[in-house]
C-alpha cells in the first residue's frame, strides 16, 4: 500500500512506541527514515525497520533513553546519545548548534554512546536550512580492511556536507567510504548472483565475486587507498576524538546480536557571517552555475530532491506486515 509521508511517519511512530520506545525517540526515528525512503536511500529507509525492532526488543538499543548535553569548551557541545538511538542525539545538535555557531563562529558537536545514524545527509541539510555549513562524521562498525591488509579495522564511516545556496534547497553531499553500499551484495547473495569484481575482497584478501564470501570478507575502499586513508581520518574523528568504539569494537547494525554498538559522530557547524565578510552566497550562486551551466551536469543531491518532490506528491509504498 501508498501512504502520504506525513501518515507513514505516523504509523511508524506508532509502530516504534508500541515496541519500547518513548513518544520523542519513535517520532525522531520515524522521521529520519520516512525521508530516507522517500529520497530513494532505501538501505537507510523502511528496510531498517525489523532490524530496529529486534535490536529494541533485545536491548541493544534503548528506546527510553533521553541523550543529555555539555559545555566543555564555548563551542563545544559534548552529547551523550546514551546508547540510544543516533537520531534523537543528532536532532539536539541541529537544534542547538546553529545558536553556538552565530556566538562562537565555529560549533562542533562530538556524541558518543551512539548507533546507526542512517541518511547522514538529511542531517546536515537541516543545519544549512538554518544557514550553516555543517559536516557530519560517522564511523560504523567493521568493514574495511586497511589498504593491502585482509582483517576489517574501518566501517564505511560516511562523510556528509552542506552548505546553503540562496533561494533554493542546499546543496548537500553525503557519501560512505566504500566502493558500494553493502546492501547489493546482500541483494546479490539473496539472489545466488555473482557481484562485480572490484566491490570486495574475502577473508584471505583476494578479489572475489562470491557474494557471500564478499561480506565475510572486506568492502574495497571508494578510491582504493585513498578512501581507506579517509575512513581512518573518519575514525579518529567520529571515534577517538568522541569517545566511540572503533569500527572493530563496535557490534553490527544489521542485527540485534551483541550489546550496544557504542559507535560515534561528529557533527560541525560553520555560521558563514563568521568568517569577517559577506561574501558567501554570492560565491556558492557563481560556484553552483559554474556547474550547472555545464551540459550534463548536475549539482550533488538533486536526483534526491526529484525522488523527494515525487514522493510529496505521491507517497510512498509502506509495507502491510509493519
Given at each position: 500500500?501508498?501512504?502520504?509521508?506525513?501518515?507513514?511517519?505516523?504509523?511508524?511512530?506508532?509502530?516504534?512506541?508500541?515496541?519500547g520506545?518513548?513518544?520523542?525517540?519513535?517520532?525522531?526515528?520515524?522521521?529520519?527514515?520516512?525521508?530516507?525512503?522517500?529520497?530513494?536511500?532505501?538501505?537507510?529507509?523502511?528496510?531498517?525497520?525489523?532490524?530496529?525492532?529486534?535490536?529494541?526488543?533485545?536491548?541493544?538499543?534503548?528506546?527510553q533513553?533521553?541523550?543529555?548535553?555539555?559545555?566543555?569548551?564555548?563551542?563545544?557541545?559534548?552529547?551523550?546519545?546514551?546508547?540510544?538511538f543516533?537520531?534523537?542525539?543528532?536532532?539536539?545538535?541541529?537544534?542547538?548548534?546553529?545558536?553556538?555557531?552565530?556566538?562562537?563562529?565555529?560549533?562542533?558537536?562530538?556524541?558518543?554512546?551512539?548507533?546507526?545514524?542512517?541518511?547522514?545527509?538529511?542531517?546536515?541539510?537541516?543545519?544549512?536550512?538554518?544557514?550553516?555549513?555543517?559536516?557530519?562524521?560517522?564511523?560504523?562498525?567493521a568493514?574495511?580492511?586497511?589498504?593491502?591488509?585482509?582483517?576489517?579495522?574501518?566501517?564505511?564511516?560516511?562523510?556528509?556536507?552542506?552548505?546553503?545556496?540562496?533561494?533554493?534547497?542546499?546543496?548537500?553531499?553525503?557519501?560512505?567510504?566504500?566502493?558500494?553500499?553493502?546492501?547489493?551484495?546482500?541483494?546479490?547473495?539473496?539472489?545466488?548472483?555473482?557481484?562485480?569484481?572490484?566491490?570486495?575482497?574475502d577473508?584471505?584478501?583476494?578479489?572475489?565475486?562470491?557474494?557471500?564470501?564478499?561480506?565475510?570478507?572486506?568492502?574495497?575502499?571508494?578510491?582504493d587507498?585513498?578512501?581507506?586513508?579517509?575512513?581512518?581520518?573518519?575514525?579518529?574523528?567520529?571515534?577517538?576524538?568522541?569517545?566511540?568504539?572503533?569500527?572493530?569494537?563496535?557490534?553490527?547494525?544489521?542485527?540485534?546480536?551483541?550489546?550496544?554498538?557504542?559507535?560515534?559522530?561528529?557533527?560541525?557547524?560553520?555560521?558563514?557571517?563568521?568568517m569577517?565578510?559577506?561574501?558567501?552566497?554570492?560565491?556558492?550562486?557563481?560556484?553552483?552555475?559554474?556547474?550547472?551551466?555545464?551540459?550534463?551536469?548536475?549539482?550533488?543531491?538533486?536526483?534526491?530532491?526529484?525522488?523527494?518532490?515525487?514522493?510529496?506528491?505521491?507517497?510512498?509504498?509502506?509495507?502491510?506486515?509493519?
Amino acid at each position: 500500500m501508498k501512504l502520504s509521508l506525513a501518515d507513514a511517519e505516523a504509523r511508524l511512530t506508532g509502530i516504534f512506541a508500541a515496541a519500547g520506545a518513548s513518544s520523542a525517540n519513535a517520532a525522531s526515528v520515524a522521521w529520519a527514515l520516512v525521508m530516507a525512503e522517500a529520497d530513494g536511500l532505501k538501505g537507510h529507509g523502511l528496510s531498517r525497520v525489523p532490524t530496529y525492532l529486534a535490536m529494541l526488543k533485545a536491548g541493544k538499543i534503548d528506546g527510553q533513553a533521553v541523550p543529555v548535553a555539555g559545555r566543555p569548551k564555548p563551542a563545544v557541545l559534548a552529547i551523550d546519545a546514551r546508547h540510544g538511538f543516533a537520531y534523537p542525539a543528532i536532532d539536539l545538535a541541529v537544534a542547538e548548534l546553529p545558536e553556538i555557531a552565530r556566538e562562537q563562529g565555529v560549533a562542533i558537536a562530538p556524541i558518543r554512546h551512539s548507533s546507526h545514524c542512517g541518511a547522514a545527509g538529511l542531517h546536515v541539510e537541516r543545519l544549512a536550512k538554518q544557514g550553516m555549513v555543517a559536516l557530519l562524521f560517522a564511523n560504523t562498525p567493521a568493514a574495511m580492511a586497511p589498504w593491502g591488509g585482509a582483517k576489517p579495522v574501518f566501517g564505511t564511516n560516511p562523510i556528509a556536507f552542506a552548505a546553503p545556496l540562496a533561494g533554493r534547497d542546499p546543496l548537500v553531499i553525503d557519501m560512505a567510504l566504500s566502493k558500494v553500499a553493502r546492501g547489493p551484495i546482500v541483494a546479490a547473495r539473496q539472489k545466488s548472483e555473482p557481484i562485480p569484481e572490484g566491490w570486495a575482497l574475502d577473508k584471505a584478501g583476494n578479489p572475489t565475486t562470491d557474494a557471500a564470501a564478499a561480506l565475510a570478507g572486506t568492502m574495497v575502499p571508494l578510491g582504493d587507498a585513498k578512501g581507506a586513508t579517509l575512513a581512518m581520518m573518519v575514525e579518529i574523528l567520529a571515534a577517538a576524538l568522541v569517545g566511540a568504539r572503533f569500527a572493530s569494537e563496535a557490534s553490527s547494525f544489521i542485527d540485534a546480536e551483541g550489546g550496544p554498538s557504542d559507535t560515534g559522530q561528529l557533527v560541525l557547524a560553520i555560521d558563514p557571517a563568521g568568517m569577517g565578510g559577506h561574501w558567501f552566497d554570492e560565491r556558492m550562486r557563481q560556484l553552483a552555475h559554474a556547474v550547472e551551466d555545464q551540459p550534463g551536469t548536475r549539482l550533488p543531491g538533486m536526483r534526491r530532491l526529484s525522488l523527494r518532490a515525487k514522493a510529496q506528491a505521491e507517497g510512498i509504498p509502506f509495507p502491510e506486515e509493519f
